[in-house]
């Protein structure tokens, strides 16, 4: 497995990824420690296009990846992290909607828990997902970074959500 360490708008963000393609989008930020293996291979050229893209996506001149991912979970967490590509930039749904959109209506939990293992933050656009009453919940890098990436995309006035 490949890595890299970018730097961000929002801190230093690891990629982690091998052949098969991207893996791992993961915040160095906080109080979440992240431990690189040590079999793990420091590997900047490998990440050259996805830390362009990046780049371009904080700049605002991005608003669709173009890269090979692999990201790995269940059958049901791969059908969520297909169904947040999906979600245009700019826009949000909720957890009940992304459950309907994979025709799971009642499993808006199970959505959640999948959108918190999300594997590859940013690119699979699990900060797009509110609550249903408009309110930013639950974001595993924390809330500051999910309301940063929306205000970004949206360019919006401070305070449209209300963080909870």
């Not at 809330?143 to 305070?159: A, P, S, T, V, Y």
Request: hydrophobic share 40%; with cysteine.
């Amino acid at each position: 497995m490949y890595y890299d360490i970018i730097e961000s708008p929002i801190g230093p963000i690891l990629l982690a990824g091998n052949k098969e393609g991207l893996k791992h989008l993961i915040f160095l930020k906080g109080e979440k420690k992240v431990k690189i293996p040590e079999d793990w291979i420091e590997n900047k050229e490998f990440f050259r296009e996805a830390a362009r893209q990046l780049e371009a996506y904080f700049s605002g001149e991005l608003e669709s990846f173009d890269l090979k991912l692999a990201p790995e979970g269940t059958d049901f967490q791969k059908s969520v992290w297909k169904a947040l590509c999906e979600i245009p930039y700019g826009e949000t749904r909720t957890y009940t909607e992304i459950a309907v959109s994979i025709g799971k209506p009642r499993a808006y939990r199970a959505v959640g828990l999948a959108n918190n293992r999300n594997p590859i933050a940013i690119i699979i656009p699990c900060h797009r997902v509110i609550g249903t009453d408009g309110k930013l919940t639950g974001y595993a890098s924390g809330l500051d970074i999910k309301e940063f990436l929306l205000k970004l995309e949206e360019k919006i006035e401070e305070n449209k959500w209300q963080v909870t």
